[in-house]
């Protein structure tokens, strides 16, 4: 945990990471939950095989290193054991992760009501009731928009992903954006531009192909068929992990929140938002390089 940042909850461990030998062709994809982890993680592991039928098996070729459910020695022994280029997932912002100099950092985000409002359905779809007092399943009191605004950063409340931790994901990766290993992508972006989107993780990974062989990569990657395949592209998929795999692609859309929050909800996410973000970080932090295009 040298020069790291702790970041220790019911769900996830960074400390794990100490287990992880890192090597330096290996791919991390780091976000806050719900933030397009799954699709970033799919894009990889089809740019790795080229093969758009490839059976992705996320949880088990590309693990979730932070997450407890696992025992660690046997995460870190497959790991180790793995001859092919490695790629893991973590939600752990930048700060609480080993940086490797040669390893490729993908982070991800998304617009934080969307990411909130998709976990909201996330936490209803697996069989855990850790976060039960935050998401009650009846609120009409309006509780979990409190405690996504009230909620810490670190700690237990970083688990349940209230917004100081999706600003501090954000910030830590920010902070480390001009390194050429580092990179920032955006749910919105890669809706607005799948195939643009592949092609900077190509080259990113120095990996190419045939531009037909691509093509198929993309329309494998689209959220309409990774839905239609769910079990296939869900983490864990069929294996009941989740009460749906479908559910877990519920929509994929932006915008959630609109009609859904009170306007003195609204007024005090502006607030949090412009107190901790100057204006260009939140406009990206919402709606990606891509806005610019829609002024």
């Not at 909850?9 to 400390?15: E, I, S, V, Y």
């Not at 088990?60 to 870190?76: L, S």
């Not at 670190?154 to 830590?172: R, V």
């Not at 045939?210 to 864990?236: C, G, I, W, Y």
């Amino acid at each position: 945990m040298t020069n790291r940042k702790l970041y220790l909850g019911p769900l996830t461990d960074n400390r794990r990471w100490d287990m992880v030998d890192t090597r330096p062709d290996d791919v991390f994809v780091v976000t806050p939950p719900k933030c397009g982890t799954t699709w970033m993680q799919t894009i990889v592991a089809l740019l790795f095989s080229g093969d758009p039928e490839v059976e992705t098996e996320l949880s088990i070729r590309m693990p979730w290193v932070d997450i407890r459910i696992r025992e660690m020695p046997e995460v870190a022994e497959r790991l180790e054991a793995m001859s092919h280029r490695r790629s893991m997932k973590s939600h752990t912002p930048m700060d609480g992760l080993p940086l490797d100099d040669h390893a490729q950092y993908l982070c991800v985000f998304r617009h934080p009501l969307d990411a909130h409002f998709s976990y909201r359905k996330h936490v209803r779809n697996v069989p855990m009731s850790w976060f039960d007092h935050w998401y009650p399943e009846e609120d009409a009191d309006g509780i979990t928009f409190r405690r996504f605004l009230d909620g810490g950063a670190e700690g237990f409340d970083g688990d349940a992903m209230p917004l100081a931790h999706i600003i501090q994901h954000y910030k830590a990766a920010a902070a480390l954006a001009d390194r050429p290993n580092v990179s920032m992508f955006h749910y919105a972006d890669m809706s607005r531009d799948l195939p643009g989107i592949f092609a900077k993780v190509a080259e990113l990974l120095d990996i190419t192909h045939a531009p037909h062989v691509l093509d198929q990569l993309v329309q494998a990657a689209t959220f309409s068929n990774m839905k239609a395949n769910a079990e296939r592209f869900a983490p864990s998929g069929g294996k009941g992990f989740m009460k749906s795999d479908t559910a877990f692609f519920h929509s994929g859309s932006s915008g959630k929140w609109v009609g859904k929050l009170k306007d003195k909800e609204l007024s005090a996410y502006d607030a949090m938002m412009d107190t901790y973000l100057a204006p260009e970080e939140r406009a990206w932090l919402e709606y990606g390089a891509g806005m610019h295009a829609l002024n």
